[in-house]
Nanobody, 123 residues
Framework: QVQLVESGGGLVQAGGSLRLSCVVS????????FAWFRQAPGKEREVVAA?????YYTDSVKGRFTIFRDSTKNTVYLKMNNLKPEDTAVYYC???????????????????WGQGTQVTVSS
């Protein structure tokens, strides 16, 4: 059974840090592409970061966020530093059960999703 379970969200002041975790139960962790998306109220869901053989970050989080995976724990992380109020959103972990040199940045590219975790950054 495929399952992605996120945790680590919460309320933090601007300039603070959080680390989101996504524990993955799926076909083959090491052969998968993972991404973190976020959706703010009234806005479209957008990709924040993706991890395949390379990594991708949307411009607004470059230098502040880091996506990485731990294959020994079947877990994908998003470390978020210097958080800003505009980072407030529900954050979702997503998995695509293939891993190639191509970077997948669209919601429709991904096969399975977590339930989401709320991140709120106060000013």
């Amino acid at each position: 059974q495929v399952q992605l379970v996120e945790s680590g969200g919460g309320l933090v002041q601007a300039g603070g840090s959080l680390r989101l975790s996504c524990v993955v139960s799926g076909p083959t962790f090491i052969d998968a592409t993972f991404a973190w998306f976020r959706q703010a109220p009234g806005k479209e869901r957008e990709v924040v970061a993706a991890n395949s053989f390379t990594v991708y970050y949307t411009d607004s989080v470059k230098g502040r966020f880091t996506i990485f995976r731990d294959s020994t724990k079947n877990t994908v992380y998003l470390k978020m530093n210097n958080l800003k109020p505009e980072d407030t959103a529900v954050y979702y972990c997503a998995a695509k059960w293939t891993r190639t040199s191509k970077m997948y940045l669209n919601q429709g590219d991904y096969d399975d999703w977590g339930q989401g975790t709320q991140v709120t950054v106060s000013s």
